[in-house]
């Protein structure tokens, strides 16, 4: 079973940058399409990004389309999320999540291993 850890979050002003990162242990995510979701007070998880298990495919929230970007290191077991221009609606508990498979899936329930989260939060 593969733990997930996510790293990398804290406050900032709006327009400025964060990267988040996701260590995973107990087995390798090499085979594992990996995603970052976020879920902001009083709403539901919503996708942010995701990227298949070599790298070769992305997808990413309208949202955040052109701001943030996902990358992962199968040799150090890590995925990365780069997190440029934020803004105020960016804050939220930011969660690594991994799914076996090579769909790049943006659905919650597709993805059956997750970390604690990682709270953001950007001041306007």
């Known amino acids: 079973q593969v733990q997930l850890v996510e790293s990398g979050g804290g406050l900032v002003r709006a327009g400025g940058s964060l990267k988040l990162s996701c260590a995973a242990s107990?087995?390798?995510?090499?085979?594992?399409?990996m995603a970052w979701f976020r879920q902001a007070p009083g709403k539901e998880r919503e996708f942010v990004a995701a990227?298949?298990?070599?790298?070769?495919?992305?997808n990413y929230a309208d949202s955040v389309t052109g701001r943030f970007t996902i990358s992962r290191d199968n040799a150090k077991n890590t995925v990365s999320l780069q997190m440029n221009s934020l803004k105020s609606e960016d804050t939220a508990v930011y969660y690594c999540?991994?799914?076996?498979?090579?769909?790049?899936?943006?659905?919650?329930?597709?993805?059956?291993?997750w970390g604690q989260g990682t709270q953001v939060t950007v001041s306007s």
């Open positions: 107990g087995r390798t995510i090499s085979s594992s399409t």
């Open positions: 999540a991994a799914r076996g498979g090579t769909h790049v899936a943006n659905i919650a329930g597709q993805y059956n291993t």
């Open positions: 990227i298949s298990w070599r790298g070769g495919s992305t």
